[in-house]
């Protein structure tokens, strides 16, 4: 048993002072109130502010070679943008993309992400050969078990340009397992762990036809896996949606029986009133992106709409363009205030919850609640940066949202085991080199 006296932390009922959590086989087993009790002999003091490990829902990790390299005239969209993402694709080996996760995966701790959910779509050699030992996830898993975070890896079944069918080619090659029957004869060699759940993807409605989306879907329902899906990330894909099937992506889906709880939808922005009561009503998750999303022109998520219908919300740094789920819970309400011209649509309570606990749901960890039974990960903020300092306990979650950032996560805690203390990788040290050397290996001109 291993213990933590938690100066302030915050709680299912609320900012309490002195906690005394117990830890015992990576569960939290007591959050016990100290009041002016001395802490037992041996606990870890987390001064500052205590809150449930960072739950990062949708990553890219790959993409994280991409950041500023993008930014020019010489993308101007979406579609020009994944030219250049696919250039780097076709460059990646099993050991440059090891080295890449890691440091990665490493940023992410410092953030205080102690889950992230892999949207992994780079499965075979550049040429699409199969790699016989599953070697491009073994580095994301290694990766992640290095960085000391847990792991959804969320295997993507990625099999056509678009609607109008044909293989996938150039870089895009690798992606593809050739037919559904072999991503699942792929997706059930891959092993599971303490710190490794194993999840469905299924690219997005134009990446597969309606077998293969029927394929993945009844996969995960079948082991109870998280299932995830970009949805309606561009009108472009709404559109050519509309004209292959005459539906919806949302429609689409909804009539295929994808939609559900254990179901994630990804960005979500181009939706119709019945897509947002469909995706509700279904009680399917919905991923945003903000950071992404706006780097990538796709526009804002509703997500006050979809909240309120009965849409779970949870976070992710998608493209890794910015790794700081601070910042993308603040700009879920920043960016619908620029399209809806008023404030207050989400309180710093529920911004707070879709960046810990929506995350966890979407990705199958019992975790992002401080309370015994869940999984022992929570992150300590020093509450004296000068992002943070101010007057006591008084909006100190909206001073959180609103002004934190990674260089205020001083303690970093997954299972019970400190990743980071003091604000360094105890395992990985300094992870600015480590991503130096991984970009020059693979950066993109």
Request: one cysteine or more; glycine letters at 10%; proline letters at 5%.
């Amino acid at each position: 048993m291993r213990l933590f006296l938690l100066e302030l932390a915050w709680t299912p009922h609320g900012l309490e002072r002195r906690v005394l959590l117990q830890e015992s086989e990576g569960r939290i087993r007591e959050l016990t109130p100290l009041g002016e009790r001395a802490a037992p002999q041996g606990a870890v003091v987390c001064s500052g502010l205590t809150i449930p490990g960072l739950a990062n829902a949708h990553s890219h990790c790959f993409h994280r070679a991409l950041r500023g390299r993008t930014e020019g005239r010489q993308a101007p969209d979406f579609w020009s943008w994944r030219d250049r993402m696919y250039q780097l694709a076709g460059r990646l080996t099993p050991e440059s993309f090891h080295r890449l996760a890691l440091a990665t995966f490493g940023e992410m701790a410092l953030a205080g992400i102690t889950t992230v959910g892999e949207f992994h779509y780079l499965h075979h050699d550049q040429d699409g050969t199969p790699y016989p030992q599953l070697e491009m996830e073994a580095a994301l898993i290694a990766a992640a078990d290095e960085a000391g975070i847990r792991l959804t890896l969320l295997d993507t079944c990625y099999l056509r340009p678009g609607f109008e069918g044909g293989p996938l080619e150039g870089s895009a090659t690798r992606f593809s397992d050739g037919d559904p029957t072999a991503w699942v004869r792929r997706v059930e060699r891959l092993p599971e762990g303490p710190n490794l759940k194993i999840g469905a993807a299924a690219h997005s409605v134009r990446a597969l036809d309606e077998g293969g989306l029927r394929v993945v879907a009844a996969w995960a329902r079948e082991r109870g896996a998280p299932l995830h899906l970009h949805l309606s990330e561009q009108v472009a894909e709404n559109e050519a949606c509309l004209r292959a099937t005459g539906r919806t992506p949302t429609a689409l889906l909804a009539q295929l029986g994808v939609l559900g709880p254990a179901t994630t939808a990804v960005h979500a922005i181009h939706l119709s009133d019945q897509d947002i009561r469909s995706l509700g009503g279904s009680g399917t998750g919905v991923c945003i992106c903000p950071t992404t999303e706006r780097d990538l022109a796709d526009g804002v998520c509703p997500a006050r709409a979809l909240a309120d219908a009965g849409t779970p919300l949870s976070l992710g740094t998608d493209s890794n363009s910015v790794v700081d789920l601070f910042e993308e819970a603040r700009a879920v309400e920043l960016d619908q205030r620029l399209v809806a011209h008023r404030r207050g649509l989400h309180s710093a309570e529920e911004l707070l919850a879709a960046a810990t606990s929506g995350g966890a749901r979407a990705l199958g960890w019992d975790a992002g609640v401080l309370e015994p039974g869940m999984l022992a990960d929570f992150v300590t903020l020093d509450l004296e940066t000068p992002r943070l300092a101010g007057a006591g306990e008084q909006a100190l979650v909206p001073r959180v949202i609103y002004g934190a950032s990674p260089a205020d996560v001083r303690w970093v805690v997954v299972g019970g085991d400190t990743v980071v203390k003091d604000g360094r990788h105890i395992r990985l040290g300094a992870v600015g080199s480590l991503l130096s050397q991984a970009l020059s290996e693979v950066s993109v001109t």
